[in-house]
């Protein structure tokens, strides 16, 4: 089975997104599976109406994976790896998420709009208009508010403004040096200052969940962000939430965040390209081995790990065994094994 990976960073830069793709590429190896990672500029795009099983990378033709898995942000590399994307589906590969899903997924004010169309709980929210009209802000949503970039990501874009004064100073700079920028407002979940949950979902099931705590005073509990992490296990509604908010988004590798409130929860955003490495630390999980196995399992493969059962249950390890620790491939760009 080949499975490409969309990245658009150095698979050795320190960041937690690279060292999630090798974690990818290292769980492939133990699994038989050869994974190849590339940046969505390698390719050249070719629209015609003749059958294809090839695409061009670097200008050299390649035949086509099974499925490709991109973990590239709509923020950073924008039209262009959508369109790869696209091609991708066009040519009939199985890609974990769709464009489509990523695009929308991505608008934080659509992923509201459909939410609440489905009856959802999520926090009231404004789009901003500049001038802004501060008064129906403070009478629709209050003071503290949340103001969000549109397509921020990782807990970057997101400031909680405590007050009217400070509402109206941030507006006034913003309208200045930035006019174009598209902002949201989303009312302040007081019971949720500087917590909230992740839940991570694969294909409809939640395979682990976390609670994100923000550093003392902080407001944001990104791990990202330097958050702290430990696991939680979902009740029955917060399951039910995150896998309703990844049916209602179409989302098949989803992170879904959910605010405390006093009567439950209310979801906070989703996510098409989830971070794990705080999860995998905060949680007996293995998340590149969930989600290989269900391509395995798409392509009536059975998938094999030596730390699995052919029941897909984790086996436990020798009280000496470092079980936290998770092995890294060596080398650049591919991870290739006998498949």
């Not at 109406?49 to 994976?65: F, K, S, Y």
């Not at 979940?189 to 409809?204: A, E, T, Y």
């Not at 979801?267 to 999860?279: D, S």
Request: charged residues 25%; aromatic residues 8%; hydrophobic residues 45%.
């Amino acid at each position: 089975m080949d499975v490409w990976i969309l990245f658009n960073e150095d698979i050795e830069a320190p960041t937690s997104e690279a060292y999630e793709v090798r974690r990818f590429m290292a769980e492939g190896k133990i699994m038989g599976i050869n994974v190849s990672v590339f940046n969505p500029e390698q390719f050249d795009l070719v629209v015609t109406d003749d059958d294809q099983n090839t695409i061009l990378i670097d200008g050299v033709a390649r035949e086509l994976p099974d499925f490709v898995l991109p973990r590239t942000y709509v923020k950073d590399t924008g039209y262009f790896a959508l369109a790869v994307i696209r091609q991708f589906e066009r040519m009939g590969v199985r890609v974990y998420n769709t464009a489509h899903t990523i695009e929308k997924v991505a608008d934080k004010l659509h992923t509201h709009q459909l939410l609440a169309e489905h009856n959802m709980p999520t926090p009231p929210t404004m789009l901003a208009k500049f001038p802004v009209n501060i008064d129906l802000v403070e009478q629709t949503l209050g003071f503290p508010v949340v103001v969000k970039t549109l397509l921020g990501v990782n807990g970057s874009g997101v400031f909680l403004i405590e007050n009217r004064e400070g509402f109206k100073d941030l507006m006034d700079l913003i309208r200045e040096t930035q006019p174009h920028i598209l902002l949201i407002f989303q009312k302040f979940i007081s019971r949720s200052k500087g917590r909230d949950l992740r839940l991570f979902v694969v294909n409809g099931r939640v395979i682990a969940a976390m609670e994100r705590r923000a550093k003392e005073g902080g407001f944001k509990a990104n791990f990202s962000q330097g958050g702290s992490v430990a696991e939680f296990i979902p009740d029955a509604e917060a399951e039910m939430l995150a896998i309703r908010t990844a049916q209602v988004l179409d989302i098949e590798i989803a992170g879904i965040d959910l605010l405390f409130t006093d009567d439950g929860y209310t979801i906070c955003e989703a996510n098409t390209f989830p971070g794990f490495k705080g999860l995998e630390m905060a949680c007996s999980v293995n998340v590149p081995y969930e989600i290989f196995s269900d391509m395995m399992r798409e392509m009536g493969m059975s998938p094999a790990h030596p730390d699995y059962d052919e029941n897909g249950v984790r086996i436990e390890k020798a009280q000496n065994d470092d079980a936290g620790e998770f092995s890294v491939a060596n080398g650049l760009g591919e991870a290739a094994s006998a498949a």
